[in-house]
Structure formats: structure tokens, C-alpha cells
Nanobody
Framework: QAHLVESGGGLVQPGGSLRLSCAAP????????MGWYRQAPGKQRELVAD???????NYADSVKGRFSISEDNAKRTVYLQMNSLKPEDTAVYYC????????????WGQGTQVTVSS
């Protein structure tokens, strides 16, 4: 699998917002649903949002109403807009192709750290 590059993380106060970006190569972008995952210390990686090539979105209950996933085909970029951030949103955030993750063949990038703290 070609390289995915996440960016946009940082330190934010509770209630704040961040927008994450994931740049994907043409080999996978547009032909696959894309997803944002996160992994908090001591916890398993979880899927928080995904978007199909047709634009249908799905969210984990923990982020529904606060996070929004979108994509820009021209820029081959997937975004995760995160609003009303909570301390429990603190994690390393990754993007990937859910289909490949389920197959066990999805390669993970370095991710981007999001820390929500006052």
C-alpha cells in the first residue's frame, strides 16, 4: 500500500476545534472508502469516521455530532473536522482504507497527535 500522510494535530483546550488532513496517493484515493482512526494510550485503535467514494459518511457514536469527515478529490485529501473536543478525544489519529484494514493489509502512517487538555 502506498504512503498515507496525516497532519493537523496539536494541543487544544476542551471545547476547541482542529482539522486533520490526510494526503493519499492516486492509487487508493477515489476507489476506496477512506477512514479516520485513533488510538489512545493503552487502548486499541478504533475507527471514528469513514466516507465512501460516493460521499456517504459514518461516525462512531462517541464523535457523532462533533466530528465531520470530508474529502477533496482534486487534492487527494481526506479531512476530519473535529469540534467540541473533549479530553477523551486525546489520541494519535490515523487515516487508512477500512477495506484494507479489515483484510490486515493496510499500512499505517505515522499519524498525528491530538491532545485535548486545559
Amino acid at each position: 500500500q502506498a504512503h498515507l500522510v496525516e497532519s493537523g494535530g496539536g494541543l487544544v483546550q476542551p471545547g476547541g476545534s482542529l482539522r486533520l488532513s490526510c494526503a493519499a496517493p492516486w492509487s487508493i484515493f477515489g476507489a476506496n472508502a477512506m477512514g479516520w482512526y485513533r488510538q489512545a494510550p493503552g487502548k486499541q485503535r478504533e475507527l471514528v469516521a469513514d466516507i465512501t467514494s460516493g460521499g456517504t459518511t459514518n461516525y462512531a457514536d462517541s464523535v457523532k455530532g462533533r466530528f465531520s469527515i470530508s474529502e477533496d478529490n482534486a487534492k487527494r485529501t481526506v479531512y476530519l473536522q473535529m469540534n467540541s473536543l473533549k479530553p477523551e478525544d486525546t489520541a494519535v489519529y490515523y487515516c487508512n482504507v477500512p477495506r484494507l484494514v479489515l483484510l490486515g493489509t493496510g499500512s499505517w502512517g505515522q499519524g498525528t497527535q491530538v491532545t485535548v487538555s486545559s
